[in-house]
């Protein structure tokens, strides 16, 4: 009989015991997936995935190892443990390695509360596959569409448990149900697409895939016969597909992984204004039916909400166990960690004060400049902060949309651009970052 990720976990830290480690813990995850894509209104690929996926990290004093495996026999546990005590003891100390606490550690949770998991039953491929064809063709009847490049649905579901030599113990279940489509508009290199998507925890709060397709379309057509505008210094409205981008590049300089190495540029700013005062980002891993969601991290300390950002001032930064004991503070709760890695900060839910204009508001006040639909490559000085992209979306002249652009840079540095924002009212509040069109004054455009 196949044996459950939490027998597993115990199975994994027994072995661990026998083998020498002085301490271990353990993750095992069962998962499921099924993908079906489309093409001109027939099956183009069909792919389900099933498996069993360990990890365990053994500590020998001060000194970490870690191991995985996708091979569940207990004389590979048991092998798995022997190898990774013998690294770890060949491994150099690491003064901040460690398990938490017990009196650290997350004791309480509610799962039910969060619903991560849909309690449905897993989607047919018949199923998967209609909504693809739903999709592919709604975007193909969009006047102007001369190609579907893709069109896909999309299931999964994991089960994850995490246990310590500590004491902790605690697992979920998590599902996800997606529909995707990219319509191309025109020929040669007159070629331009777009995409639309949605990915839901529950199949009833997905959109319709003939919506999907549609607004794929749509999007696609409306970049037909797109050019450059001219270089100079534009206001640049960031729109809320992609505003969110800004968000994780500050809260990449705020992770306690960077500060601890004095990597970011954000280095010296805990206790600055960072944003302007009537801006707050608050993180939420407590939010129902969100990707983000969960009752504790990745070491067994229970997640909580806080502002990140309190009316523009940056208030504390995103740490693990290892990067507050190297700062000398206390860990946030934010440890992130794959089946194979060790753990490390990451953020959770995240929302960013919204506006009180929509984005037509911000349009037609910002006069001339670029609104910005996609983004492509990324250059960001993780110590200064300056900031480059390259970006397609629409020029803005008199407050209106005048002509589509691409094959344009933006440049500017994040701690001038952040100081600067004005924020729509037009985020999507069921994703896990809402993060509204944000509208940034005078950035540097290079273009013809």
């Given amino acids: 009989m196949t044996q459950t990720p939490e027998a597993l976990c115990h199975a994994l830290l027994d072995a661990a015991r026998k083998a020498g480690a002085d301490s271990a813990d353990a993750m095992a995850a069962k998962g499921s997936s099924l993908s079906i894509e489309v093409r001109e209104g027939a099956l183009e690929h069909a792919e389900r995935s099933e498996g069993v996926d360990i990890g365990l990290r053994v500590f020998v004093g001060q000194r970490q190892a870690q191991v995985s495996s996708s091979d569940t026999r207990a004389d590979t546990l048991i092998a798995m443990a022997q190898r990774a005590v013998e690294m770890a003891k060949e491994a150099p100390e690491d003064p901040y390695a460690g398990l938490a606490d017990p009196g650290q550690l997350a004791t309480e949770w509610d799962i039910a509360a969060l619903e991560m998991a849909d309690p449905s039953a897993e989607p047919a491929p018949d199923t998967l596959q209609q909504d693809a064809l739903a999709a592919e063709a709604a975007c193909a009847a969009v006047d102007g569409i001369t190609q579907v490049q893709s069109a896909a649905a999309g299931y999964g579901r994991h089960d994850v448990h995490l246990a310590a030599s500590n004491g902790f113990s605690g697992g979920y279940a998590r599902t996800s149900r997606s529909v995707s489509c990219v319509g191309i508009s025109g020929t040669g290199t007159g070629m331009e697409r777009d995409y639309d ?252």
């Fill in 197 to 448: 998507g949605d990915t839901r925890t529950y199949q009833s709060d997905l959109r319709a895939a003939a919506d999907i397709g549609h607004r794929a379309g749509t999007r696609a057509t409306e970049r037909h016969g797109a050019r450059r505008p001219k270089t100079g210094s534009y206001p640049v409205l960031f729109d809320e597909r992609i505003s969110s981008s800004l968000v994780g590049h500050l809260l990449g300089a705020a992770n306690g992984a960077a500060i601890a190495r004095g990597s970011s540029w954000l280095k010296d700013s805990l206790g600055a204004t960072i944003l302007p005062e009537t801006l707050s980002i608050v993180e939420d891993p407590f939010r129902p039916r969100m990707s983000g969601s969960r009752p504790f991290d990745s070491e067994g300390l229970p997640t909580q909400r806080r502002a990140i950002i309190e009316d523009g001032v940056l208030t504390g930064w995103t740490m693990d166990l290892a990067s507050s004991r190297k700062l000398g503070m206390a860990s946030t709760g934010n440890a992130a960690r794959g089946i194979g890695s060790v753990p490390s900060p990451s953020n959770w839910n995240i929302s960013l004060t919204q506006g009180a204009n929509s984005r037509a508001d911000l349009i037609r006040d910002m006069g001339t400049g670029l609104l910005v639909t996609s983004m492509i490559g990324s250059t960001i000085n993780p110590n200064t902060g300056d900031y480059s992209r390259g970006a397609s979306g629409f020029w803005i002249e008199n407050g209106e949309i005048a002509f589509p652009v691409n094959e344009v840079t933006i440049a500017g540095n994040l701690l001038d651009m952040l100081k600067t924002l004005v924020p729509a009212n037009d985020a999507r509040t069921y994703l896990s970052r809402v993060v509204p069109s944000l509208l940034v004054e005078g950035m540097t455009l290079a273009g013809e």
